[in-house]
């Protein structure tokens, strides 16, 4: 039996299957119709999403399966102090395979320890969100065609961006890749992950405040919100939220094929009218979420068609 809790737990073969699998579904929608009919999905969330929670139970529903679903930690027996691995021993008695969205660090992991049946880590804490990654990643594969050789520039919460540290770590898989790191001094990339994953690679990586200075280079920027729920004080979260705001005039030094991705939601860091620049596809990556998600159900499920 599978999980998903962490990007690493697939290799890049595997990443480039589900790539296979989800672009198949985009040209065949029916033959996917009836694939998980009988199965049940349990999206269980303790912390607040539209995209990752709709997308897996909308994945579920055009694969002919159900959904069961906690949408806050408020509505389960979480509130009353139940313990992860229960929950996940309980729900291994009505699901076939769980999606997680917790605010501790490691969460989805104790649930895969402790459920019978696949667990998908969907964002645990400031740590990891490897569907995310999926979707990412299918976005950048439709947009450029490859990953070798990219230069791609991550403005934003790098500290608390779970969606960057998951990204950083699938990227630092394909040659060539060049990283640019751009954040506030206080909301730098960890330092974990730099020396784990970027040093350890061999990714030449540069971290720098200012974005317009590095404009020019990038062939990915990817977006980020200030993580206001990951702060301790409200004072620092209202003096870095607006660190980095996206406008038209900012874009006018960056290349004609940019891919400027977000993985939403937004808040302030990229103005409305940068939406309908072609080169805006953050709510393509919305729609390419379903798609790895369906790809990734099918694997962990192991549904052959
Ligand atoms: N990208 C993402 O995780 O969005 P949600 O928080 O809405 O699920």
């Known amino acids: 039996m599978r999980n998903l809790i962490d990007i690493q737990d697939l290799s890049t073969t595997e990443i480039e299957e589900l790539i296979g699998v989800a672009e198949d579904i985009i040209e065949n929608p029916k033959k996917y119709a009836e694939a998980c009919h009988g199965k049940k999905l349990a999206t ?5 999403s539209t995209r990752t929670r709709l997308s897996f139970e909308a994945a579920m529903y055009e694969l002919g399966g159900n959904v069961l679903s906690v949408t806050d930690a408020l509505s389960s027996s979480a509130a ?15 699901a076939d395979i769980i999606a997680m969205r917790h605010p501790k660090e490691g969460a989805p992991l104790v649930a895969s320890l402790n ?3 696949p667990v998908i880590n969907a964002g645990d804490g400031g740590h990891n969100h490897p569907t995310q990654t999926l979707a990412d990643i299918l976005t950048i594969h439709r947009e450029k065609g490859h990953f070798e050789g990219l230069t791609v520039g991550f403005c934003g919460d790098l500290k608390f961006g779970r969606t960057v540290h998951s990204l950083i770590s699938a990227l630092s898989r394909y040659a060539g890749i060049h990283i640019v790191l751009i954040s506030p001094a206080e909301l730098k990339l960890p330092s974990y992950i730099k020396k784990d994953v970027l040093q350890k690679n061999g990714i030449p990586y540069e971290q720098t405040t200012d974005l317009l200075a590095v404009m020019p280079e990038l062939d990915i920027l990817y977006m980020t919100r200030v993580q206001k729920e990951r702060f301790f004080n409200e004072e620092d979260y209202l003096r870095l939220r607006d660190s980095y705001i996206l406008t038209p005039d900012k874009l006018k030094t960056a290349k004609a094929d940019l891919s400027i991705l977000h993985p939403l939601p937004r808040v302030n860091e990229i103005a409305v009218a940068i939406d309908d620049d072609p080169r805006a596809v953050y709510f393509k990556q919305v729609k390419n979420g379903k798609y790895m998600r369906m790809a990734l159900i099918l694997k962990l499920l192991e549904v052959v068609l």
């Not at 269980?44 to 607040?48: A, K, R």
């Open 80 to 94: 009353k102090g139940e313990s992860v691995a229960d929950t996940a021993k309980t729900v291994s008695c009505y």
């Open 115 to 117: 459920a019978s049946i």
């Open 44 to 48: 269980l969330f303790f912390e607040p």
